[in-house]
């Protein structure tokens, strides 16, 4: 159980263009997702909360405006990077909570990752 | 803020035992945690700690919590080649939100 996927797992895009990345949750809802971000051999930074049916949250230097998630439903998020640029170029990780079903320590099951590439 | 550091590298030789070693600032932390990540996919959730237990042990995988040193660690007992990955600690903050170390890089050797 606790399955968590991502599509695309990789996306090659011209400068300029926006890319969206889903995130669902296969087997369980998830109330919470958040979006990290990983740039390679460094550790996830964490983009963004989003909870199913509200504005997402947005971690201090993150442009909102940039990276646009929406969280419609309980097992879907999206995160569109708007206009992307080559600095944008990384490897994007999801997450999803369980929720009032799990606890804290079930906390975050993860994606496995979408590579953005920027040309 | 709260800050989380590993070493970066470890190398061992299979069979052996391996501990990845973590510390952390935010005395506040309620759980411990330990992912793996292996190349390019997504993390992987291994074990969990709560703040109010000094190890736990998990089939080959024994984690120490030292709350007053704020100090985590993992031991692999029986280290195999299909252990190499990159193993990131993470403390859960008083907002339930992930802070992640940088990550130790496990290189087994046959």
């Known amino acids: 159980g606790a399955v968590v996927s991502q599509h695309p797992s990789r996306v090659i895009c011209k400068s300029g263009t926006s890319v969206k990345i889903e995130c669902r949750s296969l087997d369980f809802q998830a109330t919470t997702m958040f979006w990290y971000r990983q740039f390679p051999k460094q550790s996830l930074m964490l983009m963004a909360t989003?909870?199913?049916?509200?504005?997402?949250?947005?971690e201090q230097g993150v442009e909102k405006d940039k990276f646009l998630i929406n969280h419609a439903s309980l097992t879907l998020s999206t995160l569109t990077v708007t206009s992307a640029h080559p600095e944008d170029s990384s490897f994007y990780i999801c997450?999803?909570?369980?929720?009032?079903?799990?606890?804290?320590?079930?906390?975050?099951?993860f994606g496995p990752g979408t590579r953005l590439l920027v040309l | 803020g709260e800050d989380v550091e590993q070493s970066l590298f470890l190398s061992v030789r299979e069979g052996d035992s391996s501990v990845i070693n973590c510390t952390y600032t935010d005395s506040s932390s309620t759980y411990l945690y330990w992912y793996k990540q292996e190349p390019g996919a997504g993390l992987q959730l291994l074990t969990y700690?709560?703040?109010?237990?000094d190890m736990k042990q998990d089939q080959r995988l024994t984690v120490l919590l030292n709350k007053k040193d704020k100090h985590l660690s993992l031991r692999i007992a029986d280290t195999q080649t299909g252990d190499s990955a990159i193993y990131f600690c993470?403390?859960?903050?008083?907002?339930?939100?992930?802070?992640f170390g940088s990550g130790t890089r496990l290189l087994v050797r046959p």
């Open positions: 700690i709560f703040s109010n237990m």
């Open positions: 989003s909870n199913e049916g509200s504005k997402a949250t947005y």
């Open positions: 997450s999803a909570e369980p929720g009032l079903a799990g606890g804290p320590w079930e906390t975050q099951y």
């Open positions: 993470a403390e859960m903050d008083s907002s339930y939100k992930l802070i």
